[in-house]
């Protein structure tokens, strides 16, 4: 099995262990996710099977959208539902104020994640040393912020859509429009929608792929890649792709048709490759998935 599943996470289960399922369910040595969601989150993770793990760290580089909604006037130990109350405030805030420091959450911003993440301190990661009490710094990371729409907010509720860059923690969101408010706030559910061209409407839960063969949902590898320009190889190129052996322009069928950091590599039956970049006046193939 080679290639991606846009797998739809459920609700109460990490990352980790939905993978783990998945690996021991149908014997995968090989699958990584593409973007950690959070225990409390469910919503789109494409899962990257076999040589389709090579393509990984491109999609972790996507924009996410997401639908969620926090509550006002408390604040988490976690920033989120599953956390312990740690205080409760007076809900004086107004609409109009929760709009207002809303749309200060737009654009290039800086956030500090959560203790309560996958966050490496010291080479731990930041939950392990939250869970055993110990005190430690996480420092403010730069992301986007596309855009944050307001769904419908009755304090203490507001529902939003968002649409961030890579690395952007929405519990931070929540949590940070609570201390500017002066009332708290955490994070109360959330589903992701979309992570680059994969999107929930076309996304498989864990027992749709038990019921119909996961061999069903698996996407090609360069499902993701379409926006890299093109290349189309003649058998003598395909044949020194598997020895990543650099491939000159008299051997290609079909030449790109723009400069780019990376190209998609094809034989003549539109059979991917490999993963290629420009090299000594030819194409290197570093990612083959032959």
């Not at 956030?111 to 490496?120: F, G």
């Not at 301190?121 to 944050?148: D, H, N, T, W």
């Not at 000159?248 to 790109?256: D, K, M, R």
Request: contains cysteine.
């Amino acid at each position: 099995m080679n290639g991606i599943i846009n797998f739809l996470k459920p609700p109460g289960i990490s990352s980790a262990r939905a993978i783990n399922r998945i690996k021991k369910r149908w014997n995968w040595k090989k699958v990584g996710h593409t973007g950690t969601l959070d225990p409390l989150a469910a919503g789109v993770l494409p899962l990257c099977v076999g040589k389709g793990t090579k393509v990984a760290s491109l999609i972790l580089q996507e924009d996410k959208t997401y639908w969620g909604e926090m509550i006002l006037g408390e604040k988490r130990d976690t920033d989120d539902a599953y956390g312990k109350i740690i205080s409760s405030y007076p809900l004086d805030c107004t609409e109009d104020e929760v709009l207002r420091e809303l749309s200060k959450f737009s654009g290039p911003i800086t956030q500090t994640p959560p203790n309560i993440s996958a966050v490496k301190i010291e080479g731990e990661r930041a939950y392990r040393r939250s869970r055993r009490g110990e005190e430690f710094s996480i420092s403010p990371r730069a992301v986007e912020i596309f855009s944050l729409r307001p769904l419908e907010i009755a304090l203490p509720r507001v529902r939003f859509w968002i649409h961030c860059s890579k690395g952007t923690y929405i519990r931070s969101i929540a949590r940070d429009l609570g201390e500017a408010l002066g009332v708290g706030g955490y994070l109360n559910f959330l589903i992701r929608t979309s992570t680059g061209p994969f999107k929930i409407r076309d996304s498989f839960t864990f027992e749709e792929m038990e019921k119909m063969g996961p061999d069903k949902f698996l996407l090609s590898p360069d499902t993701p890649l379409t926006h890299l320009p093109s290349i189309i190889v003649d058998q003598e190129g395909r044949e020194k792709v598997n020895f990543g052996q650099l491939i000159y322009e008299n051997e290609l069928i079909v030449t790109p048709d723009k400069k780019s950091d990376l190209y998609r590599l094809y034989d003549d039956e539109k059979n991917f490759l490999a993963l290629c970049r420009e090299k000594d006046g030819g194409y290197h193939p570093f990612k083959v998935f032959l």
